[in-house]
């Protein structure tokens, strides 16, 4: 990536701005997950021990532009302070007299996180007078919100119109590791995509025809794959946007590219808790049956398709994961992409939740916290948030820091 960076600007005796993507869910004051606080430590914590001082902001939830009590930073705050050891201040608003004080209070070290952005409807309407509000809270502008930065809100691309501005640490490995899939991934390439509709992942699977060797598709899209290769689908999901993925397949076989399907499901007559199911080849599915799951003798054949694999790109699970009746076949397929001796990259979402849950994580090579941004650049499309940071080689480091 080309773009400025923290390590282009002198933060020294500056009051860094830095949007994070702090949006973790909570169980009333208690954060569940604070992965994306921890992926924004670096940037966090490389302005506070170069002199600098930090202004913090996120957003929480879909308030709407009101303010939802429930969805207040304050327990966002308590634990990052908790993973920083020093205290972190949470402030009642994002702007305002009250807060522009407070900010300008602020010693070298200290940080302090605004209230919820978009408890003002100005943030998602990129609001240029709220972003200008924002900015004199800063010298300096970060974006390290990977996860927001195909949004083009106030905090995210407006803002820069009137501040310094690079991008975090975050940010900077996001970019790195996803353009690396599309510029210079090693081969053979594959990409193992789910979900449950094509509509959501026909433009990744168009855009990444250049650049994979194997396309490996569960989930509920493969319903759709395998009604076009004249399978019963029982009830299973099928989109109607056929014409697509005839397109895609015609496409993929036209480059040579291998596109493999389920061979076997886990069929139930609806998703529940305690319903009956059971394993059938996919040219037996029952009429009055839906497809929930990829069966063992796809995972067999998943797994060997990515035996041999250089680069591995996974976005999506394989069925209904949150049920556990339907989550053998990602959780089963995890463990696979794990053991492999390649890069691993992993859409954020669903997928980063399979790869907890199975305790996994830690052996890929990086999990995308962004699942939204994540798929809009691998669909080939310009991120706002990131467009409109400079590049490096048009702005020096004095410039920016002046």
């Given at each position: 990536m080309n773009k400025m960076t923290l390590h282009d600007i002198d933060v020294n005796g500056k009051r860094v701005l830095m949007r994070v993507d702090f949006n973790v869910p909570l169980d009333g004051q208690r954060v569940t997950d604070d992965t994306r606080i921890k992926a924004a430590l670096p940037s966090i914590e490389y302005v506070l021990s170069h002199g600098g001082s930090l202004v913090l902001m996120s957003h929480l939830g879909r308030p709407k532009g009101k303010v939802v009590e429930k969805l207040r930073l304050a327990p966002v705050a308590a634990r990052l302070q908790e993973l920083l050891n020093r205290p972190v201040l949470a402030l009642p608003d994002c702007i305002g007299t009250v807060i522009d004080e407070q900010v300008r209070s602020l010693g070298r070290g200290s940080v302090c996180l605004l209230e919820n952005l978009r408890f003002h409807p100005e943030e998602e309407k990129n609001d240029p007078a709220f972003a200008r509000a924002l900015a004199n809270l800063g010298e300096v502008y970060c974006n390290d919100a990977f996860g927001t930065a195909h949004r083009a809100h106030a905090s995210t691309a407006g803002i820069c119109e009137y501040l310094p501005s690079c991008a975090g640490f975050l940010m900077e490995r996001e970019i790195n590791f996803l353009g690396q899939l599309l510029t210079e991934p090693g081969h053979p390439f594959v990409a193992i995509l789910g979900g449950a509709k094509v509509a959501d992942k026909i433009a990744i699977l168009s855009n990444l025809l250049g650049h994979v060797d194997r396309f490996l598709?569960?989930?509920?899209?493969?319903?759709?794959?395998?009604?076009?290769?004249?399978?019963?689908?029982?009830?299973?999901?099928?989109?109607?946007?056929?014409?697509?993925?005839r397109r895609f397949l015609d496409e993929a076989s036209r480059l040579g590219k291998q596109v493999l399907l389920p061979v076997d499901v886990v069929v139930a007559p609806e998703i529940g808790p305690d319903v009956p199911t059971r394993i059938v080849p996919v040219n037996e599915i029952p009429n009055d049956m839906m497809g929930l799951d990829v069966g063992p003798a796809t995972v067999v054949a998943f797994a060997a398709a990515i035996d041999d694999a250089k680069t591995i790109l996974w976005n999506g699970p394989m069925g209904v994961f949150e049920n556990p009746l339907f989550a053998t076949g990602t959780h089963a397929l995890a463990h696979a992409v794990a053991s492999c001796d390649a890069l691993t990259v992993l859409g954020g979402g669903d997928t980063a939740a399979a790869a907890e849950q199975m305790g996994v994580a830690d052996r890929m090579t990086h999990i995308s916290t962004g699942g939204g941004a994540s798929l809009e650049f691998l669909e080939g499309r310009e991120l706002p948030g990131l467009a409109v940071i400079p590049e490096r080689s048009t702005v020096s480091a004095t410039e920016a820091s002046a």
């Open positions: 598709i569960g989930g509920g899209m493969a319903f759709t794959f395998l009604h076009l290769q004249g399978h019963n689908i029982g009830r299973s999901l099928l989109d109607p946007d056929l014409e697509n993925a």
